[in-house]
T-cell receptor, first 112, second 113 residues
């Protein structure tokens, strides 16, 4: 549960393109995987989450997919906009309720 | 409704001193967690409280401690500060038991000189 690997560490895309961030985890017992967006000077903000009983969840331009067999989950942002520029973190809830392990973050830069 | 409020937002201390940070959760939330965020280590779990009881603890030395009051407000304390304690300390609250969705505050940025 302590190893959540997140790639890439930086991602630069043109406005309107798609962005994909991937995370892998090690604890097969984990069941809840949130994604957070952190803007400069602010705390992380939950943008989407997924539980292990579904393989995909979508909310407007944002989607998350989960592959429990392979132990990886991904964030997909379509039609990116400059305001999507921020640092994104994936997280995995450990077997201890409300204790989370976070990925190292991806700095997304959307160029206008 | 008001979000998670952390005070102070910024503070500077010197090595050896101690510091107390405060967190007021969203009204009705009874779970409060603390995380340390540094460029090198990322977000690391410190501890989590629910109804004044510490339910989970991370891998930090005993210099890091916390508590939660009956109104769900929480404080964390770091004693004998070291340079490596410089970080953004984030508090997050969550709703009733079974709702493990975290809402973070803006954090308290601690600089140790």
């Amino acid at each position: 549960g302590e190893n959540v690997e997140q790639h890439p560490s930086t991602l630069s895309v043109q406005e309107g393109d798609s962005a994909v961030i991937k995370c892998t985890y090690s604890d097969s017992a984990s069941n809840y995987f949130p994604w957070y967006k952190q803007e400069l000077g602010k705390g992380p903000q939950l943008i989407i989450d997924i539980r292990s009983n579904v393989g995909e969840k979508k909310d407007q331009r944002i989607a998350v997919t989960l592959n429990k067999t392979a132990k990886h989950f991904s964030l997909h942002i379509t039609e990116t906009q400059p305001e999507d520029s921020a640092v994104y973190f994936c997280a995995e809830e450990s077997s201890n309720f409300n204790k989370f392990y976070f990925g190292s973050g991806t700095k997304l830069n959307v160029k206008p | 409704k008001a979000g998670v409020t952390q005070t102070p937002r910024y503070l500077i201390k010197t090595r050896g001193q101690q510091v107390t940070l405060s967190c007021s959760p969203i009204s009705g939330h009874r779970s409060v967690s603390w995380y340390q965020q540094t460029p090198g280590q990322g977000l690391q779990f410190l501890f989590e409280y629910f109804s004044e009881t510490q339910r989970n603890k991370g891998n930090f030395p005993g210099r890091f401690s916390g508590r939660q009051f009956s109104n769900s407000r929480s404080e964390m304390n770091v004693s004998t500060l070291e340079l490596g304690d410089s970080a953004l300390y984030l508090c997050a609250s969550a709703g009733v038991a079974g709702a493990n969705v975290l809402t973070f505050g803006a954090g308290s940025r601690l600089t140790v000189l």
